[in-house]
DNA sequence: CTGAAAGCGCTTACAG
DNA sequence: CTGAAAGCGCTTACAG
């Protein structure tokens, strides 16, 4: 089975190679009726496909973006995903996902296999620890755009959550709620990663604001894998936090199997609100209340933002996109 | 800033193209000493990085492999990727995933789309309906394996569970607790999804093998957004099941939503199993009984098979590949 | 041990 | 309205 190629396409329509690639980019204007005709014959009687890389190879696109995420297993990141597939498919755009897993050292691998591979742009959610890398791709005048998380001084578009606005909003509702001690878990800090400093941040100023006492053994930041432990010493202080704000929906989550594995009510012993509105949040009993991230709309709009890099329409840009947390208030409080 | 190619390496290193070339694919066995150094500080320099495209062009592969999977919203075929893209990891292969959306017409343009891009192979989550499509894949012996479903008469190497087993562990251990009224419910069998039957198939031998009747209108197949009428007629029938085999995680939520509405008791009022281990299964009040897949051993060997096909090695292949489910008791039944 | 030349399958000025 | 020719950035026999 030889693959046929625009060769064997115009030999069999008698015209040039060129003529056929011409028709085939549409760029018939001035082309004879016949010719077309006889073009779109071979076509279909030697079921003709283009070879993609060989175009991609001369036009220098290859119609492909590269998408890194920091680490798959948060429920954001396989939305946003998602929405970044959606409006890349709507362009004609292919997409690679690729998940760092939050290991700096694979992220660079991914990064410089992807542009091996002469990938358009790149969506990145960073890691953080590869500034050379983010650097030079700056330098290059390279299409990137930052997701979920931005990186100190490096001024690449970031699409982000109003992660303060995420943490206050939670914040203010347990204090409406009639809470005083209120704790946070987060899942490790030790990369600086934004989003969970920020929370932490919002967390601490509407702690403030609501005249409630920030206690700094009330914060907690920790491995999923370490969370049981964590929680444990949390809720075993002198006086321990009546409610928690879990930072993402991993340490949701643990908190969940906790709180099942002690015997405790929710919220009558423990009051919960989670960032990033999980699937089940709806139908848990009892259900869940959470902080959701717009994940459509942030996917979309990183999407859009590179594929405005990468067609070079030089809009203006801000340095971040900031988008509005949303309170789902249900029965955890 | 231009990109820099092998020429300029090879201007810079004072060797020929060739040589760069033999360098950079580790053909250096009579390489001088002297030679190898001077060309691995020219690419120093330059900052050299190979272009993947043109490579992939005169070797006729792209070191990247296709997934269209029929519906990314099943938990199922999150997990069964992301073991797909890790042993493609691992194999330095690259993965390009596209979601169907149980639609034949999207399916069939992502295989044109992406046999266009030139993938070295594709693994398909057959919707079915492109049976001439396979064929033609078939006949030009180019490199695929289906997953989770196979097509009637189609001799695609597929990788499944064994559903039957599936359905009959879930029976089995309802009538073990003593239950008499079993019901089933799945998403739509209209285009014949292969585990679908199975699983209904699975579900009657296993009554009859229990001596319990077969209700056919104990037995429900519709979209997830019509499901909730439908469980309302079911449990509305004049002798209603006080169990129910959810096909799928997607059933196995709408059943919850539903339960959830009502106020209903589980396992009092209904009991219930789920085909597939969804995530929040384990800390659900109650714990959700589940029928687990291997989903990562079955997406490394889809995988695995891909690749063997692709490498040539014409290891003998069985025309499918099925695993074994595994009964998770918990407190739903 | 290394280089010149052809070629992978396209596209694109340019000429006519 | 259509074709000949050069070129995208590599690899690979083959010659020496």
């Known amino acids: 089975m030889k693959k046929v190629t625009i ?3 115009a030999k069999q329509a008698e015209v040039s190679k060129s003529t056929v690639s011409q028709y085939l980019n549409k760029r018939y204007d001035y082309m004879g009726e ?3 005709k006889r073009i779109q014959n071979a076509i279909e009687q030697l079921g003709y496909q283009p070879n993609f890389v060989a175009r991609s190879l001369k036009q220098k696109s290859t119609k492909t973006i590269g ?5 798959i297993l948060h429920n954001f990141t396989t939305e946003v995903t998602r929405a970044i597939e959606d409006a890349c498919h709507g362009a004609d755009f292919h997409t690679i996902i690729c998940n ?24 990145i959610f960073p890691t953080g620890n590869n500034r050379d890398l983010y650097q030079q791709m700056l330098d290059a005048s390279y299409p990137v755009v930052f997701l979920d998380r931005n990186v100190e001084e490096m001024p690449v578009t970031a699409v982000m959550l109003d992660n303060q ?4 909003l939670a914040v203010d509702h347990f204090a409406e709620k009639g809470y005083k001690r209120v704790g946070m878990v987060t899942t490790s800090i030790f990369n600086h990663v934004s989003p969970r400093l920020e929370r932490i941040e919002g967390y601490k100023k509407a702690l403030n604001r609501n005249g409630l006492t920030v206690h700094e053994d009330y914060i907690i930041s920790a491995e999923p894998d370490h969370l049981q432990e964590s929680l444990e010493d949390l809720l075993h202080l002198d006086n321990p936090p009546e409610a928690i704000l879990a930072g993402n929906d991993l340490v949701l989550i643990e908190i969940l199997k906790y709180v099942k594995h002690k015997g405790l009510k929710v919220p009558e012993d423990l009051a919960v609100i ?8 709806s139908f848990y009993t009892p259900s869940i209340t959470t902080v959701a991230q717009p994940t459509f709309k942030m996917g979309k709009m990183g999407a859009e933002l590179l594929l405005d890099k990468i067609e070079k329409k030089d ?11 949303k309170l789902m208030v249900r029965d955890s409080v």
């Open 274 to 281: 989670g960032i990033d509105d999980v699937s089940f949040a």
């Open 165 to 168: 606005r995420a943490a206050e």
């Open 7 to 9: 060769a064997d396409v």
């Open 67 to 71: 998408v890194i995420v920091a680490n």
């Open 100 to 123: 760092a897993d939050d290991d700096p050292v694979k992220e660079k691998h991914y990064i410089e296999m992807l542009r091996a591979k002469q990938v358009d742009g790149l969506i």
């Open 34 to 36: 016949q010719t077309k």
């Open 315 to 325: 809009k203006k840009m801000n340095p971040s996109y900031r988008f509005e947390p």
